[in-house]
């Protein structure tokens, strides 16, 4: 049922810009109602973005194993009750069925549809984890005078697969996926200083430098998201990535597996600033 807008067309540019201006259960009821499909960088400023993730209630374990032994690319912060599809720690009205705004849907490992709401794929044999993200810190660097070119040019942050292996846990395991953003060399250490007080949203980088150390062979083409210019004076940043363990379940091959489609997170009513006390 329908793949996500592109943030780019003109009509969806103009809806983010209107976005950019609201809090996030107001930011969530637009997505709720349908109304935006596109990418969540740069919305919700100042509040914890999630990864999520969406198991077989028989997996669930596994995967809660997988991300305790993976803190760094999966932190996790919200877990949904038995039978559930609601995260009031996150939200008092989060609903896990509307409020994200493209849902990629896999079938044994394989991606098999996008659409906008899981509605008619709901069921109760179905857990919700939910992991801390990136977007998350970004409004931190910006507003500490730090430019993010994709959220600039209103794209996905570039995601690629790593050489580095996480620790497996039952069925799950695969490589660490990053994210990456150029920062100029005089502000990389202000970028670590600043991520280090995130850490339920990756914290610090997980490398900083040329990518073929961590097996990127062409940075210009990202595995998910947007290719992003590295331009004279920047240096490429990798952050760990909550995409991690979306590969290591769709590595599992598991009957159903459903996330977020990438860059097109859940928009929570917590503080970005307040992520180090939440309780899983």
């Not at 996500?4 to 109602?33: W, Y």
């Not at 409020?99 to 896999?106: S, W």
Request: one cysteine or more; glycine letters at 8%.
């Amino acid at each position: 049922m329908g793949t996500s807008s592109k943030i780019g067309d003109q009509a969806d540019l103009a809806a983010f810009n209107k976005l950019r201006m609201l809090p996030p259960e107001e930011v969530r009821a637009s997505i709720r109602r349908e109304d935006y499909y596109g990418q969540t960088a740069g919305l919700g400023p100042g509040h914890l973005q999630g990864n999520i993730a969406i198991v077989p209630s028989a997996c669930a374990l596994d995967f809660f194993r997988f991300c305790q032994r993976n803190p760094k690319p999966c932190p996790l912060v919200g877990v949904t009750d038995a039978r559930s599809p609601y995260l009031p720690e996150l939200g008092g009205d989060i609903d896990i069925r509307t409020d994200v705004p493209a849902y990629n849907i896999y079938r044994n490992g394989e991606l098999v549809e996008q659409r906008p709401n899981l509605n008619d794929l709901w069921s109760d044999d179905l857990v919700v984890f939910v992991l801390g993200c990136s977007f998350s810190f970004e409004d931190a660097l910006i507003n500490e005078g730090i430019p993010l070119r994709h959220i600039n040019e209103c794209k996905t942050v570039p995601m690629y697969r790593t050489s580095i292996e996480t620790t497996s846990a039952g069925a799950f395991s695969g490589p660490l996926v990053v994210s990456m953003r150029p920062i100029a060399q005089n502000n990389i250490i202000r970028a670590v200083t600043i991520t280090e007080r995130f850490p339920q949203a990756h914290g610090t980088p997980i490398h900083i430098g040329d990518p073929a150390n961590i097996g990127i062979t062409d940075i210009m083409k990202p595995d998910w998201g947007d290719a992003t210019e590295i331009k004279s004076g920047e240096i490429p940043v990798f952050w760990a990535c909550g995409v991690t363990p979306q590969a290591a379940i769709q590595a599992a091959k598991l009957p159903l597996f459903i996330s977020h489609a990438p860059g097109h997170m859940l928009i929570t009513d917590v503080k970005s600033w307040d992520t180090t006390s939440l309780k899983t």
